[in-house]
């Protein structure tokens, strides 16, 4: 005979054993600002003002979490994305409160990126209606070396520059233990939308990242961008968005056995929370089936906004 009714909890901690996810493989997403605020396209996510960020990972810790990124939103912005580097920018100062407070049982990535600090929202620094490579390069290394010297154990740069992988490990010299995790497959998608309309100057709900991130329709390039990393000395490579692209997670996995890391990005939050709330489907069930979907396919890492929220199922 078979039960009928199954305890909701018992069901989501077999799909997460099955699957073989562990509190360790999951990153929690944390924005922070000078100012508080709700994230009106998240539902359930805040920013937290840098005075109360301890408590906040007291909150990620506390529940068996030991991992989060660090994404910065600044008061000021210009062209060339200068606070982003500032020893006393709103990242610098989360980091070194969160790694004073609780060392290394903390691991803190940092998003590497100049898109939030600048007015373009362009993750590279825009001359003549176009985006600068080179120039790019030489302030994502800034930026990288200025976190580390906070204190971050993983800079995470996110603007899939050609080459940021190298230029970072240059500027990184004395850091020895700062790790690389690289977005290395960062697919040009509208399902950064609702982190854009937190993070970025400009509130335009389309932008066209194109030329720079990958397309959705070329494995190919994927793997080029990926390998490229690999060998210019990424400690890990990165996929996101997560649920369109897990036949990239696996290809990638078995191709190059290497750490994977996967984003599960806003959009895939927002998605589930709004047809949620409207009863169009169960949150909890789609919230564990896609983190654990993403598991399955390979990734080493997964970086959830939902990560606090299934963490009681493991
Ligand atoms: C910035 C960055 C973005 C995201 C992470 N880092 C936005 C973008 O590339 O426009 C999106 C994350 C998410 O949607 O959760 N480089
Ligand atoms: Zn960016």
Redesign the pocket.
């Known amino acids: 005979m078979q039960q009928l009714e199954r305890d909701d909890e018992e069901r989501y901690r077999d799909i997460f054993a099955a699957a073989g996810l562990r509190k360790s493989h999951l990153i929690f ?1 944390v924005f922070v600002s000078d100012k508080p605020g709700k994230i009106e396209s998240m539902p359930g996510m805040t920013v937290t003002p840098v005075e109360k960020i301890t408590e906040h990972v007291q909150t990620i810790i506390g529940s068996g979490i030991p991992s989060l990124i660090v ?1 910065g939103i600044p008061k000021s912005r210009d062209r060339s994305g200068s606070s982003a580097s500032n020893r006393k920018g709103v990242v610098q100062r989360a980091v070194r409160a969160i790694k004073s407070s609780y060392g290394s049982s903390v691991n803190v990535l940092t ?1 590497v ?1 100049v ?1 939030q600090y600048n007015p373009s929202g362009h ?1 590279g620094i825009v001359s003549s209606n176009r985006v600068d490579n080179d120039a790019t390069l030489r302030v994502l290394a800034e930026i990288a070396a200025s976190h580390a010297e906070a204190g971050a154990d993983v800079v995470a740069p ?2 899939m520059m050609d080459g940021q992988v190298r230029a970072i490990k240059g500027a990184l010299g004395g850091f020895t233990k700062t790790m690389i995790f690289s977005y290395s497959a ?1 697919h040009a998608s509208s ?2 939308a ?3 309309s937190v993070a970025f100057a400009k509130k335009r709900s389309r ?1 066209d ?1 194109s030329s720079y991130q990958v397309p959705y329709a070329n494995p190919r390039q994927v793997l080029l961008e990926i390998e490229t990393d690999i060998n210019e000395g990424a400690d890990m490579v990165m996929i996101k968005p997560a649920l369109a692209y897990l036949d990239l997670v696996r290809m990638v996995k078995d191709k190059f056995s290497y750490p994977v890391a996967v ?1 599960n ?3 895939e939050y927002a998605m589930i929370k709004a047809a949620a709330m409207r009863g169009l489907v169960d949150e909890e069930e789609w919230k564990v089936c896609s983190i654990a979907s993403i598991k399955r396919a390979g990734a080493d890492r997964i970086i959830s906004y939902f990560a606090l929220d299934v963490s009681k199922y493991l």
Do not use: I, M, W
Request: charged residues 20%; aromatic residues 20%; proline residues 10%.
């Open positions: 997403p994404f998003d990126c898109c993750c996110s603007s960062k399902l950064y609702p982190f854009r932008f990242k984003q990005v806003s959009g």
